[in-house]
């Protein structure tokens, strides 16, 4: 029986593990799977830590959420087609839950599968090396700081990308009075309470770091854009300027010259793809994009099929597109998926390649991505899911935030699996303070 080891058990790795698990459950063999897990607690990302920078046996804190965060999509766009919220929370909940309630049901699913059995917890992975037929893994159990080397006939890197911060220097950091962090490390906004805050960088993490702060009662809040401004209308106490040209003790000074006070420096400048632990020849080398170079149909990597990477994209659409990959991955380890030539493997990624670099907006990207996800699905029997309506929601989602970046959050969305249109939530995004679960599920 050939043995498959699995880095991560965040949403990827659960899903491979779903994958495998539902195959099982069709009556076929499985392989041996394996998954590692750094953490003691699975579901990656959405498994929340009041920690930064080491954990307490010395390893670097994955963890890049922060309080208060909600889903920055609606949560029908990453519905798994096999679990939907229908089920799992046994009502209709509204679209855009806060973190908890995304990390009980990725969690719901996880143990509906019964895959925690696969999962070796509190264990890195410390080297990767491919002896041209296995994987020769060495992992430390943190807690008993044991290290122990086995071999795999596959391997299925699931370790996210968005845990080991791009940290840039500007002139003046250095003698800068004030704090400095990566959005990485940020954790709750009411430390900024009160504060004239400026947040470097012009996506995800800039728009909601700076509406956190701002929401939590920063003074003000400045974003310094780098290439294009986010271009929303913010609410008053709220702007976007260029780029951040130099720090002279607490007064910022910026590209078009604009000047702001600053007591908190948060740099909102995106994450590193980071596999330390694997050799030279097996890592991926990209910044964040929606089609990394040398990943077949974006999973598996083109020197050797044995080795898989998941959800190494830069992501609109997340969980039900992890599934399609892991379901991918899946069917190339049970040779149930032939790859093709390398001469067709290569002009597959370079099209995708070339299409992606032709995009202009979000728009096009959200169209590039669900075609992606549409053709990995036709691949696998990942249960029905209609993408043409995630494909319209995610549309509608970009207008909404044009229209009003402090209310987007309030829309509903129809699911994708069961048609179920999500009901309002009781609280505005602007005014809901607490983010717990039970007072998400709560009706007024
Ligand atoms: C601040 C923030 C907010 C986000 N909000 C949303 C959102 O609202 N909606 C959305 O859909 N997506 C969101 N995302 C995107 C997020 O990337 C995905 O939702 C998802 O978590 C990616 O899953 P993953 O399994 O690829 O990676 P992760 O969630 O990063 O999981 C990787 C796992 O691998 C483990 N690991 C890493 N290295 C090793 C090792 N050497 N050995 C063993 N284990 C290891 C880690 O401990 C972790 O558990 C957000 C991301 C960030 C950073
Ligand atoms: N649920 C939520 O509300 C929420 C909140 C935060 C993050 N997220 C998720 O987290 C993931 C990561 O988002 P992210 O915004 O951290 O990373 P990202 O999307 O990769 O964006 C990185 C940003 O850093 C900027 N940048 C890079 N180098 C810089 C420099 N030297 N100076 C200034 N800016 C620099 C980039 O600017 P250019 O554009 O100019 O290159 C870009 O705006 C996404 O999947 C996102 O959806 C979700």
Redesign the pocket.
């Known amino acids: 029986m050939s043995r498959v080891a699995i880095i991560g058990s965040g949403p990827c790795g659960l899903s491979m593990l779903r994958a495998f698990q539902q195959a099982e459950a069709k009556g076929e063999t499985i392989p041996d799977v394996v998954c590692f897990e750094k953490q003691d607690n699975w579901g990656g990302l959405w498994n929340y830590s009041w920690r930064t920078g080491s954990d307490q046996y010395g390893d670097p804190v994955p963890n890049?959420m922060y309080r208060y965060?909600?889903?920055?999509g609606p949560k029908e766009c990453l519905e798994f087609a096999d679990y939907s919220f229908d089920h799992h929370f046994g009502q209709a909940i509204p679209s855009f839950p806060p973190r908890e309630v995304l990390f009980d049901y990725i969690l719901g699913r996880a143990k509906d599968a019964d895959v925690k059995k696969y999962i070796r917890f509190g264990t890195a992975v410390t080297n990767v090396i491919y002896n041209g037929s296995q994987y020769e893994i060495t992992s430390t159990n943190k807690k008993a700081n044991t290290t122990s080397k086995e071999n795999f006939d596959y391997l299925v890197v699931a370790s996210g990308h968005?845990s080991v911060p791009?940290i840039?220097e500007y002139e003046g950091m250095q003698s800068f009075p004030g704090r400095i962090l990566h959005?990485h490390d940020f954790r709750d906004a009411e430390e900024f309470r009160g504060k004239d805050v400026v947040v470097?960088?012009?996506?995800?993490?800039?728009?909601?770091?700076a509406l956190q702060c701002y929401k939590y009662g920063a003074k003000s809040v400045t974003i310094?854009?780098?290439?294009?401004p986010m271009g929303f209308k913010w609410p008053d106490g709220m702007k976007e300027v260029h780029?951040?040209d130099k720090l002279d003790g607490n007064k910022a000074t910026f590209k078009d010259g604009h000047t702001q006070n600053v007591d908190a420096l948060i740099?909102?400048?995106?994450?590193l793809h980071h596999f330390p632990y694997l050799e030279d020849n097996l890592k991926l080398k990209t910044h964040?994009r929606l089609y990394p170079p040398k990943l077949y149909k974006g999973v598996v990597w083109q020197d050797n099929h044995s080795l898989m990477y998941l959800g190494m994209q830069?992501?609109f659409h997340t969980f039900n597109m992890f599934d399609c990959q892991a379901w991918y991955a899946r069917d190339v380890i049970m040779g149930k998926i032939e790859m093709p030539s390398a001469e067709e493997i290569d002009k597959d990624i370079n099209n995708w390649v070339a299409l992606e670099e032709k995009l202009e907006d979000p728009i096009q990207m959200i169209d590039f991505q669900t075609e992606y996800t549409k053709d990995l699905h036709e691949a696998t029997d990942y249960p029905e899911i209609d993408f043409e309506l995630i494909r319209v929601h995610f549309k509608e989602w970009e207008h909404n935030k044009e229209e009003d970046i402090m209310t987007y959050r309030n829309r509903s969305f129809s699911s994708p699996v069961t048609g179920t249109v999500a009901p309002l939530h009781h609280t505005a995004w602007g005014e809901a303070m607490d983010d717990s679960m039970k007072t998400f599920m709560e009706s007024k």
């Open positions: 890049s965060l909600w889903s920055n968005f791009y840039p959005s470097l960088g012009s996506s995800y993490s800039a728009e909601d770091v310094g854009y780098r290439n294009n780029y951040l740099l909102c400048s995106g994450y964040n830069d992501q």
